[in-house]
């Protein structure tokens, strides 16, 4: 009998896959000090943004792999 392998909750919290296979990051630098910071960097760091280096995404993806 084959095993599953578990997906990483940590990983699940802070990352999704699009219907493509691609994974969705939050963007850094958002969470605190933000009253120093103009209004239009703060709505640009809401946004989500994709994972574009592959290494990084080939070492993701078995860890997100049941989600």
Do not use: C, W
């Not at 084959?2 to 699009?18: E, G």
């Not at 990051?25 to 592959?54: E, Q, V």
């Amino acid at each position: 009998m084959k095993v599953k392998m578990k997906t990483n909750r940590t990983m699940a919290k802070r990352f999704k896959l699009t219907a493509n296979g691609h994974i969705k990051r939050a963007k850094a630098n958002g969470s605190h000090y933000n009253t120093k910071k103009p209004k239009d960097r703060k709505r640009r760091l809401r946004k989500k943004t994709l994972i574009t280096n592959p290494k990084v995404e080939r070492k993701l993806k078995p860890l997100l792999q049941n989600i």
